[in-house]
């Protein structure tokens, strides 16, 4: 195996840009060599951490440089394009998630993945977060029996600061928030579960956000100069999105291949900021109390009996040192060890197309009255490829 430095570009130096930081280690194996963003103050304060990596305006001119791999944390509607680019060119491709705004627009990535034989990794980092590890290992060890139903409820308590003041608030940008925030608790529940929706209807609304008049265009500020802890109630928001037609408020039902149903709620105006996961299986129940270090999951499994604090089982969620829980260095390390040997991985293209393609139906049904939506079969040759770990074909 070669100990050289492996080159990485970073297109879209936005918040989640940092990410690519596990990456730069000179002389350790990865490091981070070009920069990419239209937005000059965006490149300048990222060769402030790159002093010595190259930037650019336009992703199309990192194509020739030779990279090992590219990191593409763009917004999400300029995943799709740039990542189909790299992939033919031959670059190995990190795409922060969703994969895209669209089914249609990942079947297109995963084909040009397939086609060109690049490897294509997606930045799905809470398969990485110990709590979801959890709960992964105590489901796998039988503690519920078999799995039959998953509900999640995510509370986004800082989501007028989030994901109503810029570019996620514009559903031409995002789909959705359903989509864009949900298609992490989309994909954890799939693979707790050990399937893939099928079939989905939901409800929803702009039932807060929508009542506040004060608009701003932040279309030149960074992440950090609208986020504020001092922003509560809800409607004390100032200075929302010009264009703001997502939902704050949505229920979905999802049925999978297997037989599993899910249920997702998502609110962005609670006062606490958690995903709260529960697993009933044939022989039990699990619930995480908290997502961080230190909080727990519950598992009762003995015998019928009213709500017990102290359940059959408890376990305290290990700490880990890094953003989302530790989770964010492991994903790094995952891709950078892809990129370089190949072979299996926690995240999933075929997982990540398929939390799109449930966010995507969720999201039509809900504009749509609620009327269930069959999400369209994938390709079986992608299937077997992307499975299969990208093996040269």
Known sequence: MSTEDLRFGVVGLGARSRLANHAHAPGEGS?????????????????????????????TELLDLKLDGVFITTPDDLHEDPAIDFLRAGIAVFVEKPLAITTSGCDRVLQAAYESGTRLYVGHNMRHMPVVLTMRELIEAGAIGEVKAIWCRHFVGHGGDFYFKDWHADRRRSTSLLLQ???????????????????????????????????????????????????????????????????????????????????????????????NYTVIGTAGRLENFGDGPGDVVKVWNSKRSGYREDADQIVEIPAAEGGHGGADPRLVAEFISFVRDGGATLTSPIAARAAVAAGYAATTSLRTGGTPIDIPALDPALIEYFEGGQAPR
């Open 31 to 59: 490091r981070i060599v070009a920069l990419c963003d239209p937005v000059e103050a965006q490149r300048a304060a990222a060769l402030e951490l790159y002093p010595d990596a190259q930037a650019y305006a336009d992703h």
């Open 181 to 275: 925030k949900g298609a992490h608790d989309i994909d954890v529940m799939h693979w707790l579960a050990g399937g893939y929706t099928t079939r989905a209807n939901a409800l929803g609304g702009l039932t807060v956000y929508g009542g506040i008049e004060d608009r701003q265009d932040r279309s030149g500020q960074r992440f950090a100069e609208f986020v504020s802890e001092d922003n509560w109630p809800p409607l004390s928001q100032t200075g929302m999105a010009p264009v703001m037609d997502v939902e704050d408020l949505s229920m979905a039902n999802l049925q999978l291949d297997n037989g599993v149903f899910l249920t997702y709620q998502q609110c962005h105006y609670t006062p606490d900021y958690w995903r």
